[in-house]
């Protein structure tokens, strides 16, 4: 299949590289964001490689896709839009997504923050083709990486986004001529919404140190506003966390325990697991291991 047209959706860094991966083999690619606050940037950005731009408001999209005549392919990468049934289904359009997880796994959103919560082991990234179904679609491509110790969040979300990249530069001349075949799972996996948080945003005081530091890696971007900050409550008193590092003490067996002053709490186990160390509002947190 040749397509008449193409349109890459989205907005950011990632969209941009998707962007760039494209244009390479398509000149009359077109950009298309929906998002008024990034246009210009995203306009600069097509001025100077030469690709053609568009900036229609999402009230507006839906219209705009239906009226599209010819064999299109729309790439949607680091995209908020959610496509209507009818702009799904219209015959001659052919959608797919980059999904930054291993579907069918971790569908929806903010799915770095689940894979590190749930304690996994991997990562990834998907492409695969937009469907009535949340992030169900036939599956183009996928690959995984390793979860590190200490990966935050937003490290996970970053290292999804450059491998999505990659993938799309490895099956480009596949995906533009529709010479792929898909597969779709069919395990029942859950949804996650934005605005789902792991146990409500709040650390558990009775979960391992492992799990108490996987909850805030998991929570954890980098200070922007994917996810509220992490707190901790216990009694009446309740805490915001707002930093914390890991570090090494050495101290003598003992039994579990928990301190408490005006700014911060920190956890002791008798064990070889990690202590945590939680603070406070503008305090900090800290994760100490026995040696």
Known sequence: MVYEKIYLIGNGRTADNCLRVLHQ????VVSLITEKENSSFSQKFCDRNGIAFLCIEKCELKNFLLSITGQTLIVSAHNSYLFPREVIEKQ??????????????????????W?????QQYAGATWHEVTAGIDAG??????????????????????????GVKLLEENVEMILTGQ?????PTEKTRL????????????????????????LRAMDYSGTNIMPFPKIKRGEKE??????????ENRKEGEDSIEETDRMVKFYTGGRL??????????????SCKK
């Not at 001659?92 to 770095?112: E, Q, S, T, V």
């Not at 894979?115 to 304690?119: A, D, L």
């Not at 792929?180 to 779709?184: G, M, P």
């Not at 990690?274 to 994760?287: H, Q």
Request: aromatic share 14%.
């Open 25 to 28: 083999y398509r000149r009359d």
């Open 92 to 113: 001659n359009l052919k959608i797919m997504n980059l999904h930054i997880a291993p579907l069918p796994f971790y569908r929806g959103m903010n799915a770095p923050t």
């Open 115 to 119: 894979e590190i919560f749930e304690q």
């Open 138 to 163: 036939g599956i183009i491509c996928q690959r995984k990486f390793r979860i590190e110790e200490h990966d935050t969040a937003m490290k996970v979300l970053l290292k999804s986004f450059e491998l």
């Open 180 to 184: 792929y075949k898909t597969y779709t």
């Open 192 to 215: 996650y919404l934005k605005k789902d948080m792991p146990n409500g945003g709040y650390m558990d005081l009775d979960w391992d140190l492992d799990k108490k530091y996987a909850f």
């Open 239 to 248: 805490w915001e966390i707002w930093r914390y590092k890991m570090t090494v």
């Open 274 to 287: 990690p202590d945590l160390l939680a603070a406070r509002s503008s305090g900090e947190i800290e994760l």
